[in-house]
């Protein structure tokens, strides 16, 4: 038997509710609301498929409700529609900019209550399956470059997962949007890297001086990377971030940045920290060498790096504090 969606109604009258649950009852799981608040908590209790939504309520109305629920990232995109007898196209107008996908007018018609119900749910379900089937296809293109650097470049391989930590806690703690991009970004970055020769790629990671001609394969291995990338299903934004990880700091505030733009700027930073230590600085040399190229990186990345990088050493020094404690005991 089929999993019934589940569906949280949110309305101050009882009549309405009992309405919903004769309309609907039978075919889904529903949960119930009379308030804002309550609304609230019940979404990050149930996690429901779709909400329907009263406007006029008193204390916090629908269009703050809904309004909370697309700041939430975890209720972002949980389908939103509109139940309420305002019917001029400003009020629909305003749903429609804090995210709601459709408006039901009361008094509610059965029919078309359910066909609008049916509809944003199949419509919810569908792009699961194609979100799914993309994440399989992503996977397969990332194994398959990965496959390639390991073989190609084995040095870029392990420096991959430092990169793709690094960056991917960056991320977080900003709140980046697309954070799996900005990983995958990382962890790939180096794929252009193998139209460069070993040896070349030996002597840059020992920070020797590069000729003419080795230099210029250097500094083209982002766009080499981006060219490799740029038409795997999936990874299109992943070669944006390759391709333009070495370009400058902009002169404008990180508020303004794109995606694109603050995941190759990380990308940039964290791939400048990994070499130094390469080279072989310390953590902490390295982090100083940053912040005395203060044009070249971002403020507000740099505080972030050394903030995720001191938290890490404290682990380090627990975890180790701890082994020995267990060790005496």
Same mark, same amino acid.
């Given at each position: 038997m089929n999993k019934k969606f589940k569906i949280l109604i949110v309305d101050d009258e009882p009549n309405n509710l009992k309405l919903f649950h004769q309309i609907l009852g039978e075919t889904y799981e529903l949960k119930f609301a009379r308030d804002g608040t309550n609304a609230l908590i019940a979404?990050?209790?149930?996690?429901?498929?779709? =909400?329907?939504?009263?406007?006029m309520m008193p204390e916090m109305d629908g269009?703050?409700?809904?309004?909370?629920?697309?700041?939430?990232?975890?209720?972002?995109?949980? &389908?939103v529609i509109f139940v309420t007898t305002l019917d001029n196209i400003? !009020?629909?107008?305003?749903? #429609?900019?804090?995210?709601?996908? !459709?408006? =039901?007018?009361?008094?509610v018609s059965h029919p078309i209550a359910l066909a609008r119900i049916k509809t944003h749910l199949d419509?919810?379900?569908? +792009? /699961?399956?194609? !979100?799914?089937?993309?994440?399989?296809?992503?996977?397969? %293109? #990332?194994? $398959? $470059?990965?496959?390639?650097?390991? $073989?190609?470049?084995?040095?870029?391989? %392990?420096?991959? %997962?430092?990169? +793709?930590?690094? /960056?991917?806690?960056?991320?977080?703690?900003?709140?980046?949007?697309?954070?799996?991009l900005l990983e995958i970004a990382a962890a790939l970055s180096q794929i252009g890297t193998? /139209? =460069?020769?070993?040896? %070349?790629?030996?002597? /840059?990671?020992?920070? +020797? $001086?590069?000729? #003419? !001609?080795?230099?210029?394969?250097?500094?083209?291995? &982002?766009?080499?990377?981006?060219?490799?990338?740029?038409?795997? &299903?999936?990874?299109?934004?992943?070669?944006?971030?390759?391709?333009?990880?070495?370009? &400058?700091?902009p002169d404008t505030a990180l508020e303004t940045w794109d995606f694109i733009t603050i995941s190759s700027q990380i990308l940039k930073m964290v791939?400048?920290?990994?070499?130094? =230590?390469?080279?072989?600085?310390? +953590?902490?040399?390295?982090?100083?060498?940053?912040?005395?190229?203060?044009?070249?990186?971002?403020?507000?990345?740099l505080k972030l790096l050394i903030d995720i990088e001191k938290s890490s050493q404290e682990d380090i020094e627990n975890s180790s504090q701890e082994d020995i404690e267990k060790s005496v005991n």
């Open positions: 979404t990050d209790k149930h996690k429901p498929d779709l =909400i329907l939504l009263d406007i269009y703050e409700v809904c309004r909370r629920l697309k700041e939430n990232k975890q209720t972002s995109r949980i &389908p400003e !009020d629909e107008s305003k749903g #429609f900019q804090l995210g709601c996908v !459709d408006y =039901i007018t009361k008094p419509l919810k379900h569908t +792009k /699961a399956k194609v !979100d799914q089937l993309l994440s399989k296809t992503l996977l397969g %293109s #990332f194994k $398959m $470059m990965s496959d390639i650097m390991s $073989m190609v470049n084995p040095v870029a391989l %392990s420096q991959s %997962s430092r990169l +793709k930590r690094c /960056a991917g806690e960056i991320g977080k703690k900003l709140g980046l949007e697309g954070l799996w193998i /139209a =460069i020769p070993k040896e %070349s790629l030996i002597k /840059a990671r020992l920070g +020797k $001086m590069l000729d #003419f !001609d080795e230099q210029k394969l250097m500094n083209a291995y &982002p766009a080499i990377g981006k060219e490799l990338l740029i038409n795997l &299903p999936s990874l299109e934004k992943v070669a944006e971030i390759i391709g333009s990880h070495r370009d &400058p700091l791939c400048d920290y990994d070499n130094l =230590i390469t080279s072989g600085q310390s +953590k902490s040399k390295a982090l100083s060498l940053l912040l005395q190229n203060k044009k070249a990186y971002s403020d507000k990345l």
